[in-house]
Structure formats: structure tokens, C-alpha cells
């Protein structure tokens, strides 16, 4: 199992950025997490193999979206109306097959992390 995030970059305030998960064409659930200098690494958004169920932080809801192309073994993290809390080197990770999973604890597998930075 691999996992490739990349699209990380700075961007003001308020901006778009889209993050992408290359994945090596598994079917696993795959999580977005984030880890801001000094803080532990938090779940950000994960999305099921199956049904595409979704989850969000509380923090990103609303702002974020995830998704899923399995023809291309991709899965996109969509983030809108970004802020300088949103500052963070963001990962891609995938739990064990057949499991949706919220907390980093249950993933297994993790790909490099992209750094984002928002500028306030």
C-alpha cells in the first residue's frame, strides 16, 4: 500500500487549495491529517472504499470537501475559505482493508506529507 500526497503551497486567507492522494490502487478507506508545528497530528477528513461515506472535523466542516476517483487511484482534498489555523503539513493515510476508521491510531499506512501554508 502507497500513499503520495502532493498540491500543498502557500496561499493568502480566504483562498482554494486542492490536495492529492495518489494511492497505489488499493481499496482502502483513506484520511486526510494535518500536523501544525508543535501539535499533534489531528484527523482532518476520511472517506469509506465502499459507499464513500465521508467524515470532517469539526474544524473544516463546511470548508472542506473529500473525494474519490477510483479510475485514477486518486482521492482530493478540496480545501475553501482557508485560514492561517489551517497551517500544517498534511497527510494521506489508509487504515487496514476493510475499515473506516477516525482516529489516526487505526491507519496503518501513510504517504509523505505536503506543507500548507495560509497566509493571514
Not at 485514477?72 to 476493510?98: F, G, H, I, W
Request: charged letters at 15%; hydrophobic letters at 30%; proline letters at 3%.
Amino acid at each position: 500500500v502507497q500513499l503520495q500526497a502532493s498540491g500543498g503551497g502557500l496561499v493568502q486567507a480566504g483562498g482554494s487549495l486542492r490536495l492529492s492522494c495518489a494511492t497505489s490502487g488499493f481499496t482502502h478507506a483513506t484520511g486526510w491529517f494535518r500536523q501544525a508545528p508543535g501539535k499533534e497530528r489531528e484527523g482532518v477528513s476520511c472517506i469509506s472504499s465502499g459507499d464513500d461515506s465521508t467524515y470532517y472535523a469539526d474544524s473544516v466542516k463546511g470548508r472542506f470537501t473529500i473525494s474519490r476517483d477510483s479510475a485514477k487511484n486518486m482521492v482530493y482534498l478540496q480545501m475553501n475559505s482557508l485560514r492561517a489555523e489551517d497551517t500544517a503539513v498534511y497527510y494521506c493515510a489508509a487504515p487496514p482493508p476493510n475499515t473506516f476508521v477516525v482516529s489516526k491510531d487505526g491507519y496503518t499506512f501513510w504517504g509523505q506529507g505536503t506543507l500548507v501554508t495560509v497566509s493571514s
